[in-house]
């Protein structure tokens, strides 16, 4: 009976020990990096070339004569663990809309923190949607 008792009691402690947090991370407090001029909005990205007429997923080419940038700054981070290959970007401006930019890698948070400028060229990249989200 002791046995029992002492395995479910290091199993406890083990277990509580082990969803403590090992690091705190600080969102940025200030908007960093150089802003590049967008040439779209993203409204208008998904009005021209965003397909709504799918029923629950679809993706279409963005094919474009000129060079098609949005900009925005990073709004979504992957350190808890609960965004997984992509980020977030809103507009900076009043009312900017947000899209979130899938990209094939992990650890974005250190490449792309909290408050950072990105600018997305968009030229032959896809636009999607799955369900009522792009």
């Known amino acids: 009976m002791k046995t029992i008792f002492k395995t479910i009691a290091i199993i406890a402690i083990t277990s509580f020990a082990s969803c403590t ?9 200030e908007t960093v990096g150089e802003k590049i001029e967008a040439t779209t909005t993203i409204a208008e990205l998904r009005a021209n070339f965003m397909d709504t007429s799918f029923v629950f997923f679809g993706a279409n ?3 474009s004569d000129s060079l098609l940038v949005i900009n925005g700054i990073v709004t979504s981070t992957d350190i808890e663990g609960n965004i ?16 979130r930019v899938s990209i094939d890698m ?15 060229i968009t030229n032959g990249l896809y636009i999607g949607q799955f369900g009522q989200s792009p």
């Open 21 to 29: 947090q090992w690091g705190e991370f600080e969102p940025a407090r």
């Open 84 to 99: 997984y290959s992509y980020i977030v970007i809103q507009e900076e401006h009043a009312g900017g809309q947000a899209i």
């Open 106 to 120: 992990r650890g974005l948070a250190v490449t792309y923190p909290l408050g950072q400028r990105v600018a997305v």
């Open 61 to 63: 080419r963005i094919i």
